[in-house]
């Protein structure tokens, strides 16, 4: 990590915000980004303050001239990048039925195009440091879930541009991984999509239990030093995925049940 440049989207809170703080104590020169620039600028302060080496830049990804403005930032003030983690994301609750159609595009805008678009404008730069590619993705993004349909389109949609891109960067040797993050602990910042698209804060999770942010974070870490093209998170993340491909029709009965128990 030491002297790495490490773009972080999404970072102002959260698991984001951990990877910033990890990866900067282990050296690396961090760029947070968010859109919200009040919050990010209080998370900029924070690690500032904590002796770590960042910079920050408001931004929304689904935007490709955000993105773009995001990797001029990120070069001008350290003059390179070593790794891009696609970690802005937002989720949803509803059913398909109950949607409304602008929650599917709000998802698909952020939680995919915003992580094609920093990807592409950061290619270029990647290259000449023979970089890191992460995408952030979930446990539902092997399982379609009921109730979080585009959330878990989003994070599939997130494996074939990782599984294309693997091939296509091999030879620049541009790292490409992909992390299926399981249940993390929520921010209490954290919002979500409702079925109208308004944004409400998270709803309790008691049921589920959930890692730390610091230990995603030492986990996406580890998957840069380690050039991992695919991590799934967690005991009960890797049960899923092993049941899922082996035994799916389990994984269906497990949600089918849980389901309709509401
Ligand atoms: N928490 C979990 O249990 C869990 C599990 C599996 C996977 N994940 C994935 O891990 C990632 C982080 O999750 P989290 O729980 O840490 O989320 P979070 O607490 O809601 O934080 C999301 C961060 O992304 C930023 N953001 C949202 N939309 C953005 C946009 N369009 N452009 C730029 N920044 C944007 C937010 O700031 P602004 O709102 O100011 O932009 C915030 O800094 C997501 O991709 C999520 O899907 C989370």
Redesign the pocket.
């Known amino acids: 990590m030491q002297d790495k440049v490490i773009i972080i989207?999404?970072?102002?809170?959260?698991?984001?915000r951990a990877m910033a703080r990890i990866m900067g104590q282990r050296g690396a020169k961090i760029v947070l980004?968010?859109?919200?620039a009040e919050?990010?600028n209080a998370t900029y302060q924070q690690l500032l303050s904590e002796g770590l080496s960042v910079t920050a830049i408001a931004?929304?990804?689904?935007k490709m001239e955000d993105c773009q403005k995001i990797i001029d930032h990120a070069i001008a003030t350290f003059g390179k990048i070593d790794a891009l983690v696609n970690?802005?994301?937002?989720?949803m609750e509803g059913t398909v039925e109950d949607l409304s159609p602008e929650v599917f595009k709000k998802v698909m805008d952020?939680?995919y195009l915003?992580s094609v678009f920093p990807t592409k404008c950061a290619i270029p730069h990647l290259r000449k440091t023979k970089g890191s590619i992460i995408f952030?993705s979930?446990?539902a993004g092997i399982r379609g879930i009921p109730k979080f349909s585009v959330y878990s389109s989003s994070k599939m949609a997130l494996t074939a541009l990782a599984e294309s891109l693997q091939i296509e960067l091999e030879k620049d040797n541009i790292h490409t991984g992909i992390a299926y993050?399981?249940?993390?602990e929520?921010?209490p910042?954290?919002?979500i999509y409702d079925a109208n698209g308004k944004v409400i804060p998270q709803p309790n999770r008691n049921l589920v239990k959930?890692e730390p942010?610091e230990a995603v974070a030492k986990r996406v870490m580890n998957m840069i030093e380690n050039r991992t093209q695919k991590s799934v998170f967690t005991p009960l993340g890797k049960l899923n995925a092993f049941m899922n491909r082996f035994a799916p029709f389990i994984v269906k009965k497990v949600l089918s049940n849980n389901y309709h128990k509401d």
């Open positions: 989207t999404g970072s102002s809170i959260g698991i984001g980004n968010a859109r919200n919050r990010l931004g929304d990804v689904s970690n802005a994301g937002i989720s952020v939680n915003g952030i979930s446990a993050v399981g249940f993390t929520n921010d910042q954290k919002t959930t942010p």
